[in-house]
């Protein structure tokens, strides 16, 4: 499987951004789907997660102001971000993995490039 993930940017304090993920394979439905953000200085964090089923995962500290969606159709994922704060500033990066659902990186067997995102105050 191979990601390529897209979309972020420079926003202010407040604003949206919306990030997409597009995967290679035909299997792309069977996979859960994450995003992952490390910032300068800092280990890489769990964000949010979508199983196959369309069940989601968020981290405490995005719950309520981000959404995570798929479109197993055109083998793409989303990560809609509201109400960003400076302190959401990172490199995000989408992964996937074969089995269940986990917030642990090291679970995740596919990763893409990453996508920066600036979040100004």
């Known amino acids: 499987v191979q990601l390529q993930a897209s979309g972020g940017g420079l926003v202010q304090a407040g604003g949206s951004l919306r990030l997409s993920c597009a995967a290679s394979?035909?299997?792309?439905?069977?996979?859960?789907m994450g995003w992952f953000r490390q910032a300068p200085g800092k280990e890489r964090e769990f964000v949010s997660a979508?199983?196959?089923?369309?069940?989601?995962y968020y981290a405490g500290t995005v719950k309520g102001r981000f959404a995570i969606s798929r479109d197993n159709a055109k083998n793409t994922v989303h990560l809609q971000m509201n109400s960003l704060k400076p302190e959401d500033t990172a490199i995000y990066y989408c992964?996937?993995?074969?089995?269940?659902?986990?917030?642990?990186?090291?679970?995740?067997?596919?990763w893409g490039q990453g996508t920066l995102v600036t979040v100004s105050s």
């Open positions: 992964a996937a993995r074969e089995t269940n659902y986990s917030s642990r990186a090291h679970d995740y067997d596919y």
């Open positions: 979508i199983n196959w089923s369309g069940g989601t």
């Open positions: 394979g035909r299997t792309f439905s069977s996979y859960v």
